[in-house]
Nanobody, 121 residues
Framework: QVELVESGGGLVQAGGSLRLSCTAS????????MGWYRQSPGKEREVVAV???????DYADSVKGRFTLSRDNAKNTVYLQMNSLKPEDAAVYYC???????????????WGQGTQVFVSS
């Protein structure tokens, strides 16, 4: 299994910045995608940014140009740098990892516990 531990949420004023971190542990060698999702009250969970290892990084249109997803392979950690934050960015942010350990095994999704981001106007 894979465990994901997030940190970095908090309260920030509109226009400010935050950096979220997510560290994976356990059977990390099977991970091939990591990213961030978010969920606001009354809304469905939505993708924010996902990175395919050795491939591209994709962003939601609403965060392009403001958020940057990066990865430190040695630390099994991904970061989400969030700049120019808006009140509508406030949500619980969840780290996600997709893992597959063999051709025969199914893709498995793992989630962190979530970290709250508040943005005051």
């Amino acid at each position: 299994q894979v465990e994901l531990v997030e940190s970095g949420g908090g309260l920030v004023q509109a226009g400010g910045s935050l950096r979220l971190s997510c560290t994976a542990s356990g059977r990390t060698r099977g991970i091939y995608v990591m990213g961030w999702y978010r969920q606001s009250p009354g809304k469905e969970r939505e993708v924010v940014a996902v990175k395919t290892f050795g491939g591209s990084t994709d962003y939601a249109d609403s965060v392009k140009g403001r958020f940057t997803l990066s990865r430190d392979n040695a630390k099994n950690t991904v970061y989400l740098q969030m700049n120019s934050l808006k009140p509508e960015d406030a949500a619980v942010y969840y780290c996600n990892a997709r893992a597959k350990w063999s051709i025969e095994s199914p893709v498995q999704h793992f989630w962190g516990q979530g970290t709250q981001v508040f943005v005051s106007s």
